[in-house]
């Protein structure tokens, strides 16, 4: 069901307790997809840059702003790869429609749903 209008859309998301649920359990999702992407990409980004650091035969000055940044592009792509399957979670909790007396789907079941649709 979509909104026709910003308001409509307000109504739908935080007014109405269905949607209230629904954002709540995509905020769940969502945290226990941002935090361990968020680790990951900074334990990675750490242990890169040490790697660098601490090797005589890389002549790369890690510090620098366009160093940081590849640094920071290739341990965040390694960070959303891993985390990659509980962002589709995520995804489908919020995008789930269900009927009246339907009960939308938290983390677990969707992602019990996910993967006896698709499998690993």
């Given at each position: 069901?979509?909104?026709?209008?910003?308001?409509?859309?307000?109504?739908?998301?935080?007014?109405?307790?269905?949607?209230?649920?629904?954002?709540?359990?995509?905020?769940?999702?969502?945290?226990?997809?941002?935090?361990?992407?968020?680790?990951?990409?900074?334990?990675?980004?750490?242990?890169?840059?040490?790697?660098?650091?601490?090797?005589?035969?890389?002549?790369?000055?890690?510090?620098?702003?366009?160093?940081?940044?590849?640094?920071?592009?290739?341990?965040?792509?390694?960070?959303?790869?891993?985390?990659?399957?509980?962002?589709?979670?995520?995804?489908?909790?919020?995008?789930?429609e269900t009927d009246g007396d339907e009960e939308p789907l938290g983390v677990f079941d969707m992602g019990k749903l996910i993967y006896q649709?698709?499998?690993?």
């Amino acid at each position: 069901q979509l909104a026709s209008t910003t308001k409509e859309a307000f109504d739908m998301v935080l007014v109405q307790p269905e949607g209230r649920s629904n954002v709540f359990r995509a905020w769940s999702s969502s945290a226990l997809r941002d935090i361990p992407f968020g680790a990951i990409q900074l334990a990675l980004f750490e242990l890169i840059k040490a790697y660098i650091l601490n090797n005589p035969n890389i002549e790369i000055d890690s510090s620098t702003l366009q160093s940081e940044a590849v640094i920071g592009a290739i341990a965040g792509g390694i960070g959303a790869f891993l985390t990659n399957p509980l962002d589709v979670i995520t995804t489908r909790i919020i995008t789930q429609e269900t009927d009246g007396d339907e009960e939308p789907l938290g983390v677990f079941d969707m992602g019990k749903l996910i993967y006896q649709e698709g499998g690993p």
